[in-house]
Nanobody
């Protein structure tokens, strides 16, 4: 089992930056591909970014490339999402996800472990 706890969300203005963190505990963290997803009110959960277990490969939703950066610190068992130049349309609950395996997925069904989510609200 892997337990995931997100933090770092909040209310910011358009153009601001935020860094989300996801602390993992439980079984070994190093061999798990991980990702960030988000869900806005009335919408389906969507892919944001994913990272390989070693951190050498990263993947992003096309619309977010250049503004968001995913990274991980395996010794600290922590996943990060740096979000820059935030826009009102980035408002959503952001979820951290992990999977048992090294293959990276961009879909929700590829991940078996989820955090409770952290709210990000961007005002215009």
């Amino acid at each position: 089992q892997v337990q995931l706890v997100e933090s770092g969300g909040g209310l910011v203005q358009a153009g601001d930056s935020l860094r989300l963190s996801c602390a993992a505990s439980g079984r070994t963290f190093t061999n798990n591909a991980m990702g960030w997803f988000r869900q806005a009110p009335g919408k389906e959960r969507e892919f944001v970014a994913a990272i390989s277990w070693g951190g050498e490969r990263t993947y992003y939703a096309d619309s977010l490339k250049g503004r968001f950066t995913i990274s991980r610190d395996n010794p600290r068992n922590t996943l990060y999402l740096q979000m820059n130049t935030l826009k009102p349309e980035d408002t959503a609950v952001y979820y951290c996800a992990a999977r048992s395996g090294t293959v990276v997925y961009k879909t929700t069904d590829g991940y078996g472990y989820w955090g409770q989510g952290t709210q990000v609200t961007v005002s215009s």
